[in-house]
């Protein structure tokens, strides 16, 4: 077995520092234990991509830490450890791996691993949200909120016990199911908590998944990545654009009540998270100036449609997935209509020769 070569690779380095505002905000919220989520995701894709890349003679990249840090950003805060692997690993091995290693996979394996863990464990992936911290230092010194009744001190001020909260919800389940509306405020800085009533249950309001928390901390990693020209505008914006379009259309030309208002739509969920780190992902992406603005469009309205229609409350994961799929066939349409029109001219003259023949 030849020992695989490490490849360094600058532009996924940034990537990393534009995640850095969103795992500093996302420990905030949740506790140190989200850099423990961090740490096992990123060793097992290490570990993962080295084991691979040494028996095939290949290289590992840096790419494999940038995929471990977005899947587990992608998770709940208090998901098991053994889950956090398994996921990562089904990532990188048949997102990635299977088609040969970096640069030549389909699917985003971030998204991939992280929609495995959703089909394969939906009670262990929906039962871990927990309300966020609030108070300074927050979750810096504090390990995390591992069960629903271990309160944090706003809510205990406020006069809720452990015995007050049964089981929790995300802002999109409880607008969804329990009628229930967070404010926007808190959508965007992330500081997202309190107990709800819903029939004779009081329910607690879980914040989501960590990368997703805050609005304002992903907004902060776009502005880096648009400066470094790290990541594509075409890929970043049009998602939003898409999920935007779609909701309005929606709920305000057809009057579908089942589908939140625009702010609500767009700060809520992995929405924000998704077209800033995984749309733009390079490799599963279209090349094509005119393929990513459809690919963006297409994967925000799916977002919007499978939330509306579809079992899938954050619908982000399969959105994605569904575009990486049609991404390629994007580019190839494009090309072949290109093809078509300059072959026209030539055609015209050579029939023209023809003719005056």
């Known amino acids: 077995m ?37 740490a096992v995701s990123m060793f097992f894709a290490f570990l993962t991509e080295w084991f691979m890349a040494s028996r095939r003679g290949g290289k590992v990249t840096q790419a494999c830490f940038v995929t471990g840090a977005l899947y587990a950003l992608a998770l709940p805060p208090t998901i ?31 998204i991939v691993g992280r929609a495995f863990v959703w089909v394969s464990f939906p009670l262990e992936m929906t039962n871990q ?7 300074f230092p927050g979750g810096f010194v504090h390990w995390s909120m591992a069960k629903a009744g271990e309160l944090p001190d706003y809510l205990l001020r406020a006069g809720h016990g452990a015995v007050d909260v049964f089981t929790s919800a995300t802002p999109m389940v409880a607008r969804k199911t329990h009628d229930h509306e967070t404010a926007i405020g808190d959508l965007f800085f992330g500081d997202i908590g309190g107990v709800f009533a819903a029939g004779e249950q009081t329910l ?28 594509q505008w075409r890929l970043m914006i049009p998602p939003v654009l898409g999920a935007g379009f779609l909701c309005v259309a929606l709920r305000y030309g057809l009057g579908v009540d089942a589908v939140p208002p625009l702010e609500f739509t767009l700060l809520s969920g992995g929405l924000l998270y998704g077209a800033v780190f995984m749309v733009t992902e390079p490799v599963s992406a279209p090349k094509l100036p005119k393929s990513q603005w459809i690919y963006g469009l ?35 349409w494009f090309k072949r209509l290109s093809a078509a029109r300059s072959a026209r001219p030539i055609q015209a003259k050579a029939a023209g020769i023809g003719e005056r023949k």
Request: proline share 4%.
């Open 2 to 38: 030849k020992k695989p070569e490490f490849v360094k690779q600058k532009i996924m380095l940034r990537v990393l520092y534009a995640l850095l505002p969103v795992i500093v905000a996302g420990t905030y919220f949740f506790g140190l234990r989200v850099l423990a989520v961090l």
């Open 80 to 110: 098991p450890f053994w889950i956090t692997a398994v996921g990562i690993v089904v990532g990188i091995l048949f997102g990635k791996e299977l088609f040969g290693g970096f640069g030549k996979n389909v699917f985003n394996p971030a």
């Open 129 to 135: 949200f927990v309300p966020a911290f609030r108070d």
């Open 204 to 231: 607690l309001l879980g914040a989501g998944s960590i990368g997703e928390v805050s609005a304002a901390a992903i907004l902060l990693g776009a502005v880096y990545l648009l400066y470094t020209k790290t990541a």
């Open 298 to 332: 297409f994967i925000g309205m799916m977002i919007v449609f499978f939330r509306t229609y579809g079992i899938f409350f954050g619908a982000v994961a399969f959105a994605i997935l569904l575009g990486n799929m049609i991404a390629p066939s994007l580019d190839l």
